[in-house]
């Protein structure tokens, strides 16, 4: 599976979009973009993923770019309870392992 | 619909002791795996099942023995604890292909 880049940590204002950044330079055409998040002591949690295409859900939006080097995970209207470890994760529809890495510690301020 | 369900949630064992760590799903779930997270290491797979009776080996399986003898249930053995073996244990399972797996709430375990 393809490596992931992200930024340690980011700050945001709860109200404000929240926008994850995650390079994944060395995809190949059947890895997909998968994203979860761990808030403190909590089991990871599945927000979104696609292949190709923006993809959108109750939770957030995926955007990656047209040469599907890189993806941004959009969090439109950022909460308190949105504060957590996020994870960009590259995997093959034949995989069974997630590469969580070390993630994106987003903190939601007042 | 409870999900993912661990038991237990906390553990001390003493080195040398041995435990079984279970993980329920009720959402009939082909795949299963568990996971342990040590601080700055992020999350390692263990073992993993693609279906009742078959098991196999992840990134970080010494010291540790699963069966599957149902589908709903995955179990996690530590023969003979050792403090190396401290950590978070998650469970998580999923559908076959590229759909998101659901995780439990995790078991914190140490070992004296």
């Known amino acids: 599976d393809a490596k992931t880049t992200q930024p340690t940590s980011m700050d945001c204002a709860e109200g404000r979009a929240a926008n994850l950044p995650c390079n994944h330079s060395?995809?190949?055409?059947?890895?997909?973009v998968y994203w979860y998040r761990q808030i403190h002591s909590q089991g990871p949690q599945y927000i979104i993923h696609g292949l190709k295409n923006n993809e959108t859900n109750e939770m957030a939006s995926l955007i990656i770019t047209e040469d599907r080097k890189s993806s941004t995970l959009i969090l439109p209207h950022a909460t308190l309870r949105d504060t957590a470890v996020y994870y960009c994760?590259?995997?093959?529809?034949?995989?069974?392992?997630?590469?969580f890495g070390k993630g994106t510690s987003l903190l939601v301020t007042p | 619909n409870a999900g993912v369900t661990q038991t237990p949630k906390f553990r001390v064992l003493k080195t040398g002791q041995s435990m079984t760590l279970l993980c329920a799903q009720d959402?009939?779930?082909?795949?299963m795996y568990w996971y342990r997270q040590d601080p700055g290491m992020g999350l390692r797979l263990i073992h993993y099942s693609v279906g009742e009776g078959t098991t196999a080996k992840g990134e970080v399986p010494d010291g540790y023995n699963v069966s599957r003898l149902k589908k709903q249930n995955f179990l996690l053995g530590l023969e003979s604890a050792a403090p190396s073996q401290t950590s978070v244990y998650f469970c998580a399972s999923s559908l076959p292909g590229t759909r998101g797996y659901t995780f439990g709430s995790g078991t914190r375990l140490t070992v004296v």
């Open positions: 060395t995809i190949s055409g059947n890895e997909y």
């Open positions: 959402m009939n779930h082909e795949y």
């Open positions: 994760i590259v995997r093959g529809n034949s995989g069974y392992a997630l590469n």
